[in-house]
């Protein structure tokens, strides 16, 4: 059986690498430029966008083998009746939810600010699922998704690690998902956010799931087939 060198020991592939799907968490614009939601909160938006790179290598492979990818975008209706109050007053940012910025509307879908990066723009075939929470399972389609193409590993990436990416694993490992984090495909303002993260994912011999780094999880996705 293929595998990934990981921590805290080899993640196992499945036989047929079509139950593995690539996880591309919130990789929006409103996390990642100058002008979006982040920028907003403080945050140095530049520390996300260096994952780019390793985000698109992965979207690649999982493209060159037909492998399905799901991407996540965390946004809002218009008017706002999927925001608790609390969401949008938390932290008396600058600009809250549903104000008026830069790139549109801050956190409302359809606006350019909560489009996905050009750089990981997906195809019209792949998934992309926009959720009102931190969590990608919550008031969202993606459980049906995940079975209905007979999903069973989770290989995670994006931002921001302790929030969007982390709830979202640990609500697949809930549902008994194989998750696994790409170490340097995600990303928080905060480096020691993310350690604190990857140390609790894979505490207690992987309590939550498996880490691993981008040029392991390669050379494992090689090892298998389709």
Known sequence: MPVISAQPYDYPLPANLLQVALMIIDMQRDFLEPGGFG?????????????????????AVFRAKGLPIIQTQEGHQRDLSDCPVSKRSRGQPQLKIGDSGPMGRILVLGELGNGI?????????EIVISKPGKGAFYRTALEAALRSRQITHLIFTGVTTEVCVQTTMREANDRGYECLLVEDATESYFPDFKQATLDMIRAQGGIVGWTATLEATLTGLQTGSR
């Open 117 to 125: 990066i050009p750089a990981l723009e997906p195809k019209p075939d």
């Open 39 to 59: 920028a907003a909160l403080g945050n140095d938006v530049s520390r996300l966008q260096a994952i780019v790179p390793a985000v698109q290598q992965l979207q």
